[in-house]
């Protein structure tokens, strides 16, 4: 699949707690084979999962079984240590989306596994429509539980439209292009490119450049984390002896008490890669 790493990027890990974003597709499935990713472990973050095109079935060691689908929120909270499974559905002939994690503070990065879905209406305004799934804009609220105030939203514009989002000024953001070429803080963006907005802004300008094709873009936001973390593979902790840990328990058995087993799947859990020579760093907000 064509996957792009909008974050982290070199000069910036984080934009509020939101630490991870892959862009993927669209890909035509029965071109690239679809998603096939085997039980795997999380720790010290929630995954959030948001499509654009597509299906993707959903399993995980605490029980659940769901899936994702085009405008529905897939929320887990991986937090001491959790395993999941991800597979494209037979009726998914595009996929297409993006994949984003946020890093749980220091006092809740043990917090218990979880599973939460949310299918947010649609806000319409002039010139253009959003879903609110985490976080509260343009008078939606998504009752999805986090750890740190956040927002995440997919906002379309139709052709040629120009926007003004009242946002909470404590908060920076992000704004990542899927289609369209969109103008955002005076900043032209084109497909797969993130733009970033320090806090102090109340409002926040988008213009579609396009006057003949609507444009998609996902909005994230939240106030700066405050805390360094150290992210490698999937996990997420403070120091390089919490990923060690995380890794050993988790080949252990490839799952163990820590991480628990996904049932359903047909296949054997992923092994972790061999850790670095060096050890690993923590990062703040803009490295």
Not at 49 to 76: C, Q, T
Not at 147 to 167: H, K, N, Q, R, Y
Not at 206 to 213: I, M
Not at 215 to 237: C, H, Q, S, Y
Request: glycine share 12%; proline share 10%; with cysteine.
């Amino acid at each position: 699949m064509t996957v792009r790493r909008t974050l982290p990027q070199r000069t910036r890990s984080l934009i509020g707690a939101w630490c991870f974003a892959d862009h993927y597709g669209p890909d035509d499935v029965a071109e690239s084979g679809g998603m096939d990713v085997a039980p795997h472990p999380h720790t010290g973050l929630q995954t959030v999962s948001w499509l654009f095109s597509g299906e993707i079935e959903h399993r995980d060691s605490l029980g659940s079984h769901a899936f994702v689908r085009p405008g529905e929120l897939n929320l887990m909270t991986g937090g001491h240590g959790i395993a999941h499974s991800e597979v494209s559905t037979p009726s998914a002939t595009v996929l297409h989306g993006v994949q984003l994690w946020v890093a749980l503070p220091d006092a809740h990065r043990d917090a218990p596994r979880d599973f939460q879905h949310h299918e947010p209406r649609p806000v319409h305004l002039p010139g253009a429509s959003l879903r609110v799934f985490l976080g509260a804009l343009a008078g939606s609220t998504s009752p999805v539980r986090t750890f740190t105030p956040l927002l995440g939203a997919e906002i379309l514009l139709d052709p040629g439209a120009d926007l003004s989002l009242p946002v909470d000024p404590a908060f920076e953001h992000g704004l990542l292009v899927d289609t369209g070429t969109v103008r955002f803080a005076d900043t032209p963006l084109k497909p797969a490119e993130l733009a970033y907005t320090e806090p102090g802004r109340t409002h926040l300008a988008l213009t579609n450049e396009s006057n003949t094709a609507p444009a998609r873009t996902i909005l994230l936001g939240g106030p700066p984390f405050g805390e360094e973390i150290v992210m490698w593979w999937n996990f997420i902790g403070r120091s390089h002896g919490d990923i060690v840990r995380a890794r050993q328990e988790w080949m252990e058995g490839l799952g163990g008490p820590r991480f628990g087993e996904v049932e359903g799947y047909d296949g054997d859990p992923l092994p972790a890669p061999e850790l670095p020579s060096v050890p690993l760093k923590p990062r703040g907000r803009g490295r």
